[in-house]
C-alpha cells in the first residue's frame, strides 16, 4: 500500500494564484521530500525536509511537516504556467520482507492555467 | 555530469514475452533503484543495486529481476509479461546505498536522481 498519500488528487488554478497540496504517512521518518514530474518523465527533486524541522524554504516552495500529525504541505506561491506537473511526497515505507523502501505517494496532479 | 539515461524510451510488447531494459547511472553513483510507475498504483519500488548486489526488494513477483554490472550499469527484466505490466519503469541513481527509505547506511540523506524512463506497454 502507499505510504505518502497527497490530497487533493487534483488542482487547477489561475497563474499568480498560491497552490497548496497535502501529503499524509504512515511510518516514523527521517526525513521527507517533494518531486516533480512533468507529464510522463521522470521525477526531479523538489525540497527535502528533516523530521526535526517544521518548515522550510526553498525559492517560491514551503514545505512544512508536522510529525505529530504525520503530514506535510508543499506550497507553491505565485504560480506559473511551468508549474502544471504532478506533485509527489516521498519517504520511507515497510516492504514485505521487513526491510523499509522508498515509497512515495500517488501524487497531485496541478495545472496552471496562464 | 550527464545525468541517468534509460534506454529504450519506448518499448511494445506481447503478453507471455520477457523484455530488458536498461539505466546508466550518473558518472560515480553506485546505487541503481527501479520504480514503476502505473496510473492505479503510482510510483513503486522495485529493487536496489549496489555493487553488483541487490541490497532492497520491494512487493514484486519473481518475473521482476534486474542486475548491475561492475560499471554501476543496470538492468531489469521482466519475464512473461501481462498487461498490468504496462507502465513507466523508472531508474535512479544515488551516490550511496540505501538503508531506510531515502536514508543512506551512513545514515544522511540518499538523494536519488530519476531517469526520463521507459514506457512498456503490453498487448
Known amino acids: 500500500s502507499q505510504q505518502g498519500e497527497e490530497d487533493p488528487q487534483a488542482l487547477s488554478i489561475q497563474e499568480g494564484e498560491n497552490a497548496t497540496m497535502n501529503c499524509s504517512y504512515k511510518?516514523?521518518?527521517?526525513?521527507l521530500q517533494w518531486y516533480r514530474q512533468n507529464s510522463g518523465r521522470g521525477l526531479v527533486h523538489l525540497i527535502l525536509?528533516?523530521?526535526?524541522?517544521r518548515e522550510k524554504h526553498s525559492g517560491r516552495l514551503r514545505v512544512t511537516l508536522d510529525t505529530s500529525k504525520k503530514s506535510s504541505s508543499l506550497l507553491i506561491t505565485a504560480s506559473r504556467a511551468a508549474d502544471t506537473a504532478s506533485y509527489f511526497c516521498?519517504?520511507?515505507?515497510?516492504?514485505?520482507?521487513?526491510?523499509?523502501?522508498?515509497?512515495f505517494g500517488r501524487g497531485t496532479s496541478l495545472i496552471v492555467h496562464p | 555530469k550527464a545525468g541517468v539515461t534509460q534506454t529504450p524510451r519506448y518499448l511494445i510488447k506481447t503478453r507471455g514475452q520477457q523484455v530488458t531494459l536498461s539505466c546508466s547511472p550518473i558518472?560515480?553513483?553506485?546505487?541503481v533503484s527501479w520504480y514503476q510507475q502505473t496510473p492505479g498504483q503510482g510510483l513503486q519500488f522495485l529493487f536496489e543495486y549496489f555493487s553488483e548486489t541487490q541490497r532492497n526488494k520491494g512487493n514484486f513477483p519473481g518475473r521482476f529481476s534486474g542486475r548491475q554490472f561492475s560499471n554501476s550499469r543496470s538492468e531489469m527484466n521482466v519475464s512473461t509479461l501481462e498487461l498490468g505490466d504496462s507502465a513507466l519503469y523508472l531508474c535512479?541513481?544515488?551516490?550511496?546505498?540505501?538503508?531506510?527509505?531515502?536514508?543512506?547506511?551512513?545514515?544522511?540523506?540518499?538523494?536519488?536522481?530519476f531517469g526520463p524512463g521507459t514506457r512498456l506497454t503490453v498487448l
Open positions: 558518472s560515480g553513483h553506485r546505487s
Open positions: 511510518t516514523s521518518i527521517n526525513n
Open positions: 535512479a541513481s544515488s551516490l550511496e546505498r540505501g538503508a531506510r527509505g531515502f536514508t543512506s547506511v551512513k545514515g544522511s540523506y540518499n538523494e536519488q536522481f
Open positions: 525536509i528533516r523530521s526535526n524541522e
Open positions: 516521498a519517504t520511507l515505507g515497510a516492504a514485505s520482507g521487513g526491510s523499509y523502501i522508498p515509497t
